[in-house]
DNA sequence: ACCCCAAAGGTAGTTTTCCTACTTTTTTCT
DNA sequence: AGAAAAAAGTAGGAAAACTACCTTTGGGGT
């Protein structure tokens, strides 16, 4: 089993992508249609399709299993699954030509597409093994700059949920600094989309150096993850575009959000009780309008 | 025509979950089936699904049309669709009981769903209002603390796509400061999931008060958004369960992309050139792993 | 209390859609 | 070039989805 055992491989418009060149010729004619507009396939019946594709109706039956559906009601509903998230190829570029509402809907569906990337890829035994570290470390230090630098900062504001302290330096002096006071029972993770970000790859080296539990979380393999206990790939859809969005930060940040949830459900009942408790003020003090709140939504 | 003109709104769980109660008596019954498994329903006949709800086939198909589907063979596509994200209805709280394959699961699902909702909520003409005003801004100024602080850094940070100094002080009192510093050219935006922290509120007023635009983004109706020229509803699904992470940060994170975004492509062909030229830049910075690199995607 | 009417639900039959057995065409290898 | 195997097509049969019609149930009104 590879790490798609949480059965979301099922994303049919990639298979036919993937798998295109190696179909026969009648089959490929009929996956061009299938993938230039699979929102109209989805809507058409068999023999439909077949007069599209210009091939016979037992020829897209073939063409069903060979790209591994039961047969053609099952491509449909496989197919339907797939748009949802992997409206990716339909993907147009962002252009100076686009009205806002067609903006919204590339920039949602960019994101979108991109979590579930992330999560099909995602290994679950990596994870295992970053939060059976971080459920350990006595305290807990995230290294990120840029946009890396928000998902650090959020990581640190999950401080309740971890039940241990966190820091997230901001500057390259502070994350040095902080990396040489590191010793074995702390743990730093770096986060960098590229894994190439130097700073991050030093710190990390100097708190490996010093003992301390090491986990990387990139975008692909790279020398961060090279220098790390526990790599994390998360990845990400290229992106090439003049405009589109940094869309990993969103997908680091549920990866955060998984880490800090999975170790706080480890902890006993009286760590639950806390955040049952802490929850519950914040709650009161936001309904009060509280004037010296500062909370919104701090604790995950 | 309402906002789900982005052709969203076929969240097809959703609308079933919300219509339960209106419908017939033996309809509903095929709706607690529906709901119960959908991942069964959509690999049933339409026999099957009339034997397991324990009704006749012809009420299957009255249920199809009762809940806007064109007939069977609709229902299952829709289902499909609608499985791949508003996975929602299945959304049992997290537990301590949950693996950590079901907790990825969930935790990736839970934010997909509202990032969906969002979308589908998302009022196309007030993201218009906004762009307008960030887009004539001289200064920009945006306010949020704690989670919404992290969205507020970030979109600090995307002002190379903006054109226009922006900034997003940490603490009230900086915040007060500025605020009280902003005039007329300026856009002061606050954010804040609640719409009800106290200080986000008072410094729009206070910008408001000096003349300046003000933007509020919060997941409802609430006094912050009374205070604001635009106000943008960003709706966040309700979740009240312990451990479920904060879901409000991603939606909002992607609507700043939309208005930076947005923005950006308003500007002339020199912006659109220094654009190209920063991230082409970059992009050779981390190639050679420059050490005095502290950057790590942060224009967007 | 009874009857009537309307709405809900079921039965049976029709049509459409999907699939399979078999034939013809194309390709490949000796 | 010819035979065997793979690929594509034709036609017919099975099954699924839909429709027209009938029965039942339940809620007023007299």
Redesign the interface.
Known sequence: MDQT??GLDDNLLEVILRQKDDLRKSDRRVAEVVLASPGEV??MTLAQLAKEAGVSEPTVIRFCTAIGCEGY?DL???L??????ARSTSHTA???D?D??A???K??DY??SN??W??SK?D?AA??AA?DLLAGARRIEFF???????VA??AQ?KFPLFGTPCGAPS??HQMYMTAEMLCAEDVAVGI???G?????VDALQVARGNGAGTIGIAGQPS?MLDHCDVPLVVETLENTD??T??V???SH??VI??L???V??RRDETH?QR??RM?ARLAQR?GK???T????????
Chains 1, 2 share one sequence.
């Open positions: 055992a949480t989805v809507a009601r449909r509903v496989k339907a699954r797939s748009m949802a998230f962002i252009t100076s686009d806002l509402g903006l919204i809907t920039i949602f994101n979108l979590l579930n992330a999560q995602l679950e994870v295992r939060v990120g700059f840029g946009a890396s630098g928000i900062r959020d504001q500057d390259a960098s989309n590229t190439h970000t130097r700073e991050i020398p003049l405009f969005p940094t990993s930060r969103l940040l549920v959000d998984i800090s949830t999975a706080s459900l639950h955040i049952t929850k936001r309008l509280n004037p709140s500062t909370s919104d939504s701090s604790a995950g």
